[in-house]
């Protein structure tokens, strides 16, 4: 069989330059690593935050449904008022036309009736006197018999 010795020589030197360029890599390699964890902490705590004010917020809107709900309950509560006294002032403007149509035709009526006129007996005409011929000073009460 065939032996290969490798021998040493200058190489040594590349050899440990290579060994430093390797422990710098390293060291490059923990210092990112170690940067790259300060930022992964810090994101941790920026998500931490962010989910906190999410699920406040959560809980504002959750309440302003409930309140959005209760209003929309309450608009239509007063709707159905509303309508309901729509309906009861159009019902008595009705009423109010249905009198009104019937004084006018009772007016009408009269009218018609008072147009054709009456055969009426004439006044007797008198002369302003007083009922008797006798003119009379005061009487029994007064001093007079």
Do not use: C
Not at 29 to 43: D, F, L, M, N
Not at 107 to 129: F, M, Y
Not at 136 to 145: D, F, L, P, S, V
């Amino acid at each position: 069989m065939t032996e290969i010795h490798v021998e040493q020589s200058a190489g040594g030197e590349e050899e440990d330059l290579a060994q430093e360029l390797a422990g710098h890599e390293a060291s490059m390699a923990a210092g990112a690593a170690e940067v790259h964890e300060e930022s992964a902490e810090e994101a941790a705590a920026e998500a931490e935050a962010a989910a906190a004010t999410a699920a406040e917020a959560a809980m504002v809107n959750a309440a302003s449904v409930g309140a959005a709900e209760s209003a929309a309950a309450s608009a239509a509560e007063s709707a159905a008022v509303a309508d309901t006294g729509a309906q009861a002032i159009a019902q008595a403007l009705q009423a109010q036309t249905a009198v009104l149509e019937s004084f006018m035709s009772e007016l009408r009526e009269s009218r018609q009736g008072s147009a054709l006129p009456e055969k009426k007996t004439p006044v007797k005409q008198t002369t302003d006197r007083s009922p008797s011929g006798k003119q009379r000073r005061g009487g029994w009460y007064y001093g007079k018999k």
